[in-house]
């Protein structure tokens, strides 16, 4: 069993940074890509970015792209969001996720079905 765990959330003005953080347990995720997804209350969870196994390729969502980045260390079990030049709109629970697949091929990465473990979530809120 992995379990997952966010941190790195919290109240941010807009324009500001903050760096969420995904630790994993349970076993080494060293060969599994890894995403980040975001939902809103009573909305649908939706893809924000994901790295594959080794951290040499990356996607992003249109909204995010060019202002987040997604990292690895495998190492550490750790997959990492920077974000940058935050948005009111980026306001969300973060969720980061690991996947069924190793690297992107075909796969589906923005669906959150291509995924088997999630962790429990960080609020991540933006100040206008």
């Known amino acids: 069993q992995v379990q997952l765990v966010e941190s790195g959330g919290g109240l941010v003005q807009a324009g500001g940074s903050l760096r969420l953080s995904c630790a994993a347990s349970g076993r080494t995720l060293s060969s599994t890509g890894m995403g980040w997804f975001r939902q809103a209350p009573g909305k649908e969870r939706e893809f924000v970015a994901a790295i594959n196994w080794s951290g040499s390729s990356t996607r992003y969502a249109d909204s995010v792209e060019g202002r987040f980045t997604i990292s690895r260390e495998n190492a550490k079990n750790t997959v990492y969001l920077q974000m940058n030049s935050l948005k009111p709109e980026d306001t969300n629970v973060y969720y980061c996720?690991?996947?069924?697949?190793?690297?992107?091929?075909?796969?589906?990465?923005?669906?959150?079905?291509?995924?088997?473990?999630w962790g429990q979530g960080t609020q991540v809120t933006v100040s206008s």
């Open positions: 996720a690991a996947g069924q697949w190793a690297s992107f091929g075909s796969v589906r990465y923005r669906l959150s079905g291509q995924y088997d473990y």
